[in-house]
C-alpha cells in the first residue's frame, strides 16, 4: 500500500476529508520550512562577508552519497582521496554509500540500498547493492564547467541503472550559485524522455534492452550494451551558498521512480525537488528536502581524507638524541678498540643495546661486533614504517656502542626471516641530525641491500618465544538478502610459539557469548562446488571456533627469494596445507609469486572433524601472482590460477596506498564459471578499507584493521585464508614504501 492510500485509509477511519487533509499536509509543510528558515536566520547573520567568500572546497553531496544536487549528480569532484560515507532516505529508500575519490578525475562508489516491500507481493524488501564510477574528463576553470560521465548501478540487478554526462560551473561575485545541467540515460531518462542525440552515431543507441533483472530481483549482469543506449532526458538544478556552511538546493529531476510508483511505494507529483544542507563541521554535513511533491527526505554524510589524521602524528615520544663522539686526537682513550678482546665487554655491550631498543619497541634477534662495525639483527614491533624502526635502532646504537664503531649494517625480520639490510655511517647520524636536509641526505648516503638467507638470522638472542593474548571480539559480515547484518561477539584467546626464528606454531579460538547468525536457515543454491555459499553454517551455534592452528615455516631460499609454508588448520572452512615462493629484489617495485594449497574443507560444527558428506570435499589450488607498485602509493596484483571450486582464471586488484598506512583498493574475480552460474552478483568483485590503528591514536604502532566490502559471497572465484602471505610481509622493508617513508627515520 502506497502513501497516498494509507492517508486515505486513516481518513476514512477518521471520517476526514482526503482533499482537506492533503491542502493542511501541504500548509503545514511550507510552515515546516518557513521555521526552519527562520531558526537558520541567526547563523545567517552571524556570518561575516569572508566567511560567505569562504566556500568550502568540497561539493554539495547528493542522496546518492556523490557530488549532486538532491536526487540528480553534478560534475564537481572531492578533493583527492576524500572518503564519503552518507546515509540519505526517503519514501521507503534507504541508501547507505561509501565513495573514494581513487584520482583527483576518478570517483568509485558502493552503494547499498533497501526499498521497503518492493516485491510484487509487497511483503519483502529488497536489498541492493550496486556501484558506480564517475570520471571528470574536465576540470572547472575560470571560463569553462566542469564536465563528468557516470555509470550507476552498473554490473548489479541494474534497479538504479543510468549513465550521465553533466556539466557543472561556479557562479556569482563570490563563486557562491553552483549550476548543474545534465544528460540522463536509463533510469534518469523515465521523466522527460526524448530521443537518444547518440543515435546519430548508430541506430542501435535508440533503443535499450529492457532489463527484466532490475524487475524481477534476479541475479544481475554486466552488460554494456544497455550503456547509453534508449530515450535520454535532461536534468539540472541549482545550489545557492549564502555562507560558506548553509546550502539551498533546487533540482528538475529526470527519475520517475517508475518501479516504486507501480508498486505504490512513492508519491510522484512533481519532477521538482527542494531542499537545504548545513556543514555542521568540516567532516560532517546534513541536509533535508522536499521531493517528488510527496516526500521528506534527510541525508547525513561523514567525510574523512586518510591523508589527514584523527590525531596529531609524532605525539609519541621523541627519540634519544644522537650520540656524539669526541673528537680523536683529544680523546684518544675514547676511541681505543682493546674491549674488542674482552667478553665480559662484548656481553655487557650486547646488554646495553637489549636495554636501549627495548624502549623503542624493536626486539634484538642477533648482534655480532668487531672494532670498527656492528651488525644488528632486529625485529619492529612497534613502527609501521620500517625506516622509523632504522632511525630509532641507529640512534640507539650511537648512545650504547664505542667510539671506534662506525658502521651499522642494521638488518630487519620479518616472522623470522632476514628482510632488508640498512647500512648506515655513525659520522653521517651525528653529522646530519639537524641538517636541513637531513632525511633527503641520509637516505642518499645509506646503503639499502638484501638481507639474504644470513645463517645469524636463523638464531635469536630470545628465542624461544612464547605469547598468549585474550581479547574481546566482534565478527560481523553484511548485505545477506535474508538478514542484511550478521554478527557475533565474544572472547578470543590466540596463542603464538616461536621455538627458533621462521618457526611459528599459532592457533586462534574464540567463544562467541551473543550472535545473531542462527537466525539465517537458507540453503546454497550454487549450482557448482559449495566452498563458500555455506559460509554461515561454520559459524553458527554457541560452541567454541577454532579459526586457525598451524605450524609454520619462513624461509630464505635464495637471493631476493623469500618461502613459506603453512599446515594445519588453516581458517575457518578449509584444512591443508599451503606452500609459497616469492621473488622481490629490495629494490624493484615488481615482485613474482607462486602458491600451492591442498585443501580439505572441514566440518561445520566441530571444532577438530573433517568434512563428511556434504562438506566431504578435497581441491588443489593455486596461483601465480605478479605484485607492482606503481607511482602515487597505487599497487596492482594480477593472480592467475584454480580457485577453491575448481575453476580457473584470474583475479584483478588495484589498491592506493598513503603513507600513514591507509589502504583503500578494489578488486574482482572472472573465472571460467559463467554469470549464470555464479549466481547472484554474476562474478566475485568487492572493495577494502586498511586503516592502521596509528591514524586513531596518534601513537606508533604496526596494527591495522581491513574490513572487506562483498556484496555477496558465493561460491565462483574462491581462495584460501592463508595468515602471512609473503608480499604483505616483506614489501613494508624493501622499496619503494621504506624510501617513501624515510622522512620518519629522524622521528
Not at 541536509?287 to 586518510?306: H, K, W
Not at 636463523?458 to 605469547?467: D, E, G, K, M, Q
Amino acid at each position: 500500500m502506497g502513501g497516498s492510500a494509507i492517508a486515505i485509509k486513516i481518513c476514512e477511519d477518521l471520517g476526514v476529508n482526503f482533499a482537506e487533509f492533503r491542502n493542511i499536509q501541504r500548509a503545514v509543510k511550507w510552515r515546516l520550512i518557513t521555521l526552519f528558515l527562520y531558526l537558520c536566520a541567526p547563523a545567517l547573520q552571524a556570518q561575516t562577508l569572508a566567511d560567505a567568500a569562504n566556500i568550502a572546497a568540497r561539493p554539495h553531496l547528493s542522496f546518492n552519497g556523490t557530488p549532486g544536487l538532491l536526487d540528480m549528480p553534478s560534475a564537481f569532484a572531492m578533493p583527492d582521496a576524500d572518503m564519503a560515507l552518507t546515509i540519505g532516505g526517503f519514501g521507503g529508500n534507504v541508501r547507505g554509500t561509501l565513495a573514494f575519490q581513487v584520482l583527483p578525475n576518478l570517483t568509485g562508489v558502493f552503494r547499498y540500498s533497501q526499498v521497503r516491500d518492493f516485491d510484487r507481493d509487497g511483503d519483502r524488501d529488497r536489498f541492493d547493492r550496486s556501484f558506480d564510477l564517475i570520471y571528470q574528463f574536465r576540470p572547472e576553470t575560470a571560463r569553462w564547467p566542469a564536465i563528468a560521465v557516470g555509470l550507476r548501478d552498473f554490473g548489479g540487478t541494474g534497479l538504479f541503472e543510468s549513465e550521465y554526462l553533466v556539466a557543472s560551473k561556479t557562479l556569482g561575485p563570490r563563486r557562491q550559485f553552483e549550476a548543474t545541467l545534465g544528460l540522463g540515460w536509463g533510469r534518469l531518462a523515465s521523466q522527460g524522455g526524448f530521443k537518444n542525440p547518440l543515435g546519430i552515431l548508430a541506430s542501435e543507441f535508440e533503443t535499450r534492452p529492457v532489463n527484466e533483472v532490475a524487475i524481477d530481483d534476479g541475479t544481475g549482469e554486466f552488460e554494456i550494451d544497455r550503456f547509453f543506449r534508449g530515450d535520454a532526458a535532461a536534468f539540472g538544478g541549482l545550489v545557492w551558498r549564502p555562507t560558506g556552511r548553509l546550502a539551498f538546493v533546487a533540482e528538475y529531476s529526470s527519475d520517475a521512480y517508475e518501479l516504486e510508483a507501480e508498486r505504490g511505494l512513492i508519491d510522484i507529483n512533481s519532477s521538482y525537488n527542494f531542499g537545504v544542507s548545513y556543514q555542521v563541521s568540516s567532516n560532517l554535513s546534513v541536509s533535508a528536502a522536499y521531493l517528488y511533491g510527496s516526500e521528506i527526505g534527510v541525508r547525513v554524510s561523514y567525510v574523512l581524507n586518510p591523508k589527514v589524521p584523527a590525531q596529531a602524528s609524532g605525539i609519541e615520544p621523541g627519540p634519544q638524541p644522537v650520540q656524539s663522539r669526541p673528537d680523536r686526537r683529544s680523546a684518544p682513550q675514547v676511541w681505543s678498540t682493546t674491549w674488542v678482546q674482552s667478553p665480559a665487554t662484548q656481553n655487557a655491550l650486547q646488554q646495553a643495546v637489549i636495554a636501549a631498543l627495548a624502549p623503542e619497541g624493536l626486539l634484538l634477534e642477533y648482534l655480532r661486533l668487531s672494532a670498527t662495525e656492528a651488525h644488528v639483527t632486529l625485529r619492529n614491533r612497534r613502527f609501521g614504517r620500517s625506516a622509523q624502526a632504522v632511525g630509532r635502532s641507529a640512534r640507539a646504537l650511537t648512545r650504547t656502542l664505542p667510539a671506534s664503531v662506525e658502521t651499522f649494517h642494521i638488518t630487519l625480520t620479518e616472522q623470522g626471516m632476514a628482510t632488508t639490510r640498512v647500512t648506515v655511517k655513525r659520522s653521517d647520524l651525528e653529522e646530519l641530525e639537524f641538517a636541513p636536509d637531513n632525511a633527503w641526505q641520509s637516505y642518499v648516503r645509506a646503503d639499502i641491500s638484501d638481507a639474504g638467507d644470513q645463517p645469524n638470522a636463523r638464531r635469536s638472542i630470545t628465542a624461544p618465544r612464547f605469547r598468549f593474548a585474550a581479547t574481546g571480539y566482534v565478527e560481523s559480515s553484511v548485505f545477506d538478502p535474508d538478514q542484511p547484518f550478521t554478527f557475533d561477539a565474544g572472547v578470543r584467546g590466540t596463542l603464538r610459539f616461536e621455538p627458533r626464528p621462521g618457526w611459528v606454531l599459532a592457533t586462534s579460538v574464540r567463544q562467541p557469548l551473543y550472535s545473531n547468525r542462527d537466525n539465517i536457515n537458507r540453503v546454497s543454491n550454487s549450482v557448482i562446488q559449495t566452498v563458500r555459499s555455506e559460509q554461515d553454517d561454520f559459524n553458527r551455534g554457541n560452541g567454541p571456533k577454532l579459526d586457525r592452528l598451524t605450524l609454520a615455516h619462513y624461509f630464505r631460499p635464495g637471493r631476493n627469494l623469500y618461502g613459506r609454508v603453512t599446515a594445519g588448520y588453516l581458517e575457518i572452512a578449509y584444512a591443508g596445507v599451503s606452500g609459497e615462493i616469492l621473488w622481490k629484489p629490495t629494490t624493484s617495485r615488481l615482485a613474482l609469486g607462486v602458491e600451492v594449497n591442498a585443501v580439505h574443507q572441514r566440518e561445520p560444527g566441530d571444532v577438530f572433524a573433517l568434512g563428511e558428506g556434504q562438506f566431504d570435499y578435497d581441491v588443489l589450488t593455486g596461483h601465480a601472482s605478479a605484485y607492482y607498485a606503481m607511482e602515487n602509493g597505487f599497487h596492482a596484483q594480477v593472480d592467475v590460477g584454480r580457485y577453491l571450486a575448481g575453476d580457473w582464471g584470474s583475479t584483478f586488484t588495484l589498491s592506493r596506498e598513503f603513507r600513514n598506512g591507509w589502504q583503500v583498493g578494489a578488486f574482482f574475480t572472472l573465472t571460467d564459471v559463467s554469470f549464470d552460474d555464479f549466481g547472484e552478483g554474476s562474478f566475485d568483485k568487492g572493495i577494502f578499507v586498511t586503516i592502521p590503528t596509528s591514524w586513531g591514536t596518534g601513537q606508533p604502532s604496526r596494527q591495522e584493521r581491513t574490513s572487506t566490502i562483498r556484496p555477496i559471497l558465493r561460491d565462483g572465484g574462491a581462495r584460501v585464508s592463508v595468515d602471512n602471505r609473503l608480499y604483505d610481509l616483506v614489501r613494508e622493508d624493501s622499496d619503494p614504501l621504506l624510501s617513501d617513508s624515510w622522512g620518519r627515520f629522524w622521528r
